[in-house]
């Protein structure tokens, strides 16, 4: 048989015990419940549970299918933006062993990426949009009355065209513009 009290130095460690063999336990340092949070990678957890990263652009919580495809399931974790590591928090899927990169939110400025791990506005999305409401309205506003909104429609550089609404004369404007337009 084994004794607890054998893995444990102090009644405070709060290591969740697990088996090792035949009559062995041992006190996981990665794995700790303080009666309250249960702490991954953190011995001290400061909510219900806390995962800890101990790596670099790691994935820390997979939920996966018990069916077929395999190796097919839902990941959040941590990626770089490309200069920064671990900069970008990831939710995406796992596909047939390859990990696919869905919605990521940049730390450092909060601006969300969809298809993109460096978003540059507040919401960046890379790939086709649809929208569909029956009947429905798509509303564009300015933080400011009497601003002006746009609909840019552009190629790199911003050469394209636009559909702007000017708040202070209450009209539309329809145009191009070239990569000297502001």
Do not use: W
């Not at 063999?21 to 041992?26: L, V």
């Not at 990831?90 to 969809?114: A, F, H, K, L, P």
């Amino acid at each position: 048989s084994v004794d607890v009290s054998d893995f444990m130095t102090n009644g405070s460690d709060n290591r969740v015990l697990t088996a090792t063999g035949t009559d062995a336990m041992n006190a996981e340092a990665n794995l700790v419940f303080d009666g309250t949070n249960l702490g991954i990678g953190t011995t001290s957890p400061d909510y219900p549970l806390d995962i800890a990263s101990t790596a670099h652009n790691q994935d820390l919580l997979r939920l996966s299918h018990y069916t077929a495809p395999t190796q097919a399931g839902f990941m959040i974790g941590f990626n770089t933006d490309g200069s920064i590591d671990s900069n970008v928090i990831t939710m995406g899927v796992e596909y047939s062993s390859t990990d696919y990169d869905v919605i990521n939110i940049q730390r450092s400025t909060r601006n969300v990426g969809i298809g993109t791990t460096n978003p540059s506005t507040a919401l960046d999305v890379v790939g086709d949009i649809t929208l569909t409401k029956d009947n429905g309205t798509i509303h564009i506003k300015s933080a400011a009355v009497n601003n002006s909104t746009f609909i840019r429609m552009a190629e790199d550089g911003f050469q394209g065209g636009f559909i702007k609404y000017d708040g202070s004369d209450n009209k539309f404007i329809i145009g191009t513009h070239n990569a000297a337009d502001s």
